[in-house]
């Protein structure tokens, strides 16, 4: 979220949203397939891949044409290329250009729901996510620390404390007395 995040800490603005049908770059954008789902092709370098996406979407012929055989020209062409992408795209389910995107060795994800990354095998696999037991909730499924260290991992070890459960450790540590902690719960100001 940092391209989302750094206009507002610099600027005090949001950031304005990029048009999917007017990007400059038509490899690096997504693409609605034929089963509603979306897909985000992220190829940047587009010289790198054009080649085996011209294969990969059945168009081999667009590799060596005029309009589009350079990566500035696709980047000019972008106007063009959007919508005859749209139209391929949609040929095919998400799952399906996954698997395309696979054999092609190009860079395509299915864009996905929260729902459906809190349940992916691979986000899981990848520890983006852990379990803990708490108390009052039973096993709980959070997100894991992003941060990662090789030495000194960071880990998720149990949820956030319940209301009052480490009142008595704070006000010990602020050089209340068990008598001032005993009175506070007496009169209802801690519990």
């Known amino acids: 979220m940092s391209m989302d995040i750094q206009p507002a800490l610099c600027l005090g603005q949001e950031r304005s949203l990029t048009d999917r049908r007017t990007v400059s770059n038509a490899l690096w954008n997504s693409y609605q397939a034929k089963d509603g789902k979306w897909v985000m092709l992220v190829m ?20 060596k044409d005029p309009r589009f055989d350079s990566h500035m020209k696709r980047i000019q062409e972008n106007l063009t290329l959007i919508p005859m992408f749209e139209e391929i795209i949609a ?19 299915r864009i996905q729901t929260p729902l459906e990354v809190a349940n992916d095998p691979q986000a899981w696999e990848n520890d983006f996510f852990t379990e803990v037991d708490y108390p009052i909730a039973g096993r709980l499924r959070l997100l894991s620390s992003p941060v990662k260290f090789s030495k000194m991992p960071a880990s998720v070890r149990f949820g956030a404390p319940q209301l009052g459960q480490q ?25």
Do not use: H
């Not at 040929?91 to 994800?109: N, P, R």
């Not at 006000?171 to 005993?182: K, R, S």
């Open 44 to 63: 940047p370098q587009t010289d790198r891949y054009w080649p085996s996406f011209c294969k990969a979407i059945g168009k081999p012929e667009w590799e």
């Open 91 to 109: 040929s095919k389910t998400a799952a399906e250009w996954e698997e395309i995107a696979q054999e092609y060795d190009l860079v395509l994800g």
């Open 167 to 191: 009142t008595e450790d704070v006000l010990l540590g602020l050089d209340y007395t068990w008598d001032d902690i005993a009175r506070m719960k007496n009169e209802g100001v801690i519990i």
